[in-house]
């Protein structure tokens, strides 16, 4: 809101200062600056509030150390994080941008499945919550939305800088998926989305169904060529590969940060280095000189992604104040599913989503380990008659802390993990 307000001052009134507001970069600073805030300084009135309306955790006794003191800490405070994450993005964010759109939407609805499964558990008394498959209904609907937005919308394009495309301008709007010609070229078009000659149009953007992967030919996958053996035109069909695969990828990704958020500073913790990664993904996604030089793909208007992320990323932190620890809070499935979902989103939306088994490493292996823990124990069951176990106990850091490692211990190994990982990551900038 504040970059249209700031905009229309500087347009007709000329007012001092108010062009900070059409760098991201100051948006961003802003954005994270006041998510840290509300986490920090209101996010102790919601937790004195949750305390009140005894709306604390119930624990199951597991043997686990210190498991008993976290009786009763406040839960639900991923309402917290939502709160520092909405305000920011409302405030400084393009709210006509499709991809701010999508991540507030994406925020908004985890953060709703979230919130219900923990008020069914507090206030209804119900340990498991939120049945199971009405969780999957929910992401699977959020995943068909995104899918389909992304793969459909007109605004939602890539720039590719080896080829330019021709179109035709049909009642003076132009069809991005089916180019007329494309001309290879080495002359790279900087204007903002080509240039017209007549009623044809010169542009490097295009609509495609191509990813980023590490270690491919020209750094990209095509969805669509999954299906060429089975049709001709096989590019018209790339959604039937699309789509699902966003579906798995924001089911996975938000159940695995769920599980992640089993002890004091951990979810929250490596989503932020997961975020900040992100973050700079974004800018270098959105900045047309920057992508050109690191031969990733080009994503115009994707830039405004950032100032998301540095909302995400202050709100991280900042709740981190009280939920480190010992934690104060807990954000509950209220935030944890949140995360996740966001997470995957913003990976999807820059076409990192084949990435996140690098990026994201500490979610795979806690979603593994309840894999491999589960699988196991049935099939030892089914063979020798007793239910037999790889781990001491999953997710992977219950393993730990059976094994006598104290949790801050656990959580700084973990960050530390999660902060090669992300480095790794970078890595792929020159290798892809």
């Not at 999957?136 to 590719?160: N, T």
């Not at 966003?246 to 997961?274: C, E, Q, R």
């Not at 059976?402 to 999660?418: D, N, Q």
Request: proline residues 3%; positive net charge; hydrophobic residues 50%.
């Amino acid at each position: 809101m504040l970059y249209y307000l700031f905009k229309y001052l500087k347009e007709h009134y000329d007012f001092v200062g108010a062009g900070l507001f059409q760098y991201i970069s100051f948006r961003a600073s802003m954005a994270i600056l006041l998510s840290l805030i509300i986490t920090m300084i209101i996010g102790r009135g919601i937790i004195k509030w949750l305390r009140k309306q005894q709306i604390g955790e119930s624990v199951r006794d597991l043997g686990l150390e210190g498991q008993t003191q976290k009786k009763g800490t406040p839960t639900m405070g991923g309402i917290i994080i939502i709160a520092a994450i909405l305000i920011p993005t409302l405030l400084f964010a393009k709210l006509d941008n499709i991809y701010v759109l999508l991540l507030i939407l994406t925020t908004v609805w985890m953060g709703g499945v979230g919130f219900i499964d923990d008020y069914i558990k507090v206030f209804k008394k119900d340990k498991e919550g939120l049945k199971g498959r009405f969780k999957i209904i929910a992401q699977v609907l959020l995943g068909l939305i995104i899918g389909a937005v992304l793969y459909f919308h007109p605004s939602v394009k890539v720039r590719d800088f080896n080829n330019v495309f021709v179109y035709k301008y049909e009642n003076g709007q132009v069809n991005w998926r089916e180019p007329i010609e494309v001309k290879p070229t080495t002359k790279i078009i900087y204007e903002s989305q080509g240039v017209q000659d007549g009623e044809y149009l010169y542009s490097h953007e295009t609509k495609t169904s191509k990813t980023n992967v590490p270690f491919f030919k020209d750094n990209l996958l095509d969805y669509g060529y999954v299906l060429k053996p089975f049709v001709n035109d096989y590019h018209k069909w790339a959604w039937i590969i699309f789509i699902p695969m966003v579906i798995f990828v924001l089911t996975a990704v938000s159940n695995a940060a769920n599980l992640t958020d089993g002890i004091d500073g951990l979810a929250s913790g490596v989503s932020a280095i997961v975020l900040i990664t992100l973050a700079i993904f974004a800018y270098v996604s959105g900045n047309i000189k920057i992508a050109d030089y690191l031969n990733v793909l080009y994503i115009p208007n994707s830039g405004e992604v950032v100032v998301v992320c540095a909302a995400l990323i202050g709100a991280c932190i900042g709740f981190l104040w009280y939920n480190a620890y010992p934690a104060t809070v807990f954000m509950g499935d209220t935030g944890s599913l949140m995360l996740g979902g966001v997470i995957a989103t913003i990976a999807i939306i820059l076409k990192k989503e084949l990435l996140i088994p690098v990026l994201c490493g500490i979610f795979l292996v806690e979603n593994l380990s309840v894999m491999i823990q589960v699988s196991y124990f049935k099939y030892t069951k089914k063979k020798f008659g007793e239910g037999r176990r790889i781990f001491r106990m999953a997710p992977l850091h219950h393993h730990y802390q059976k094994m006598g490692y104290h949790e801050t211990k656990i959580v700084t190994r973990f960050w530390i993990v999660s902060i090669l990982l992300s480095v790794l990551t970078f890595l792929t900038l020159k290798v892809i």
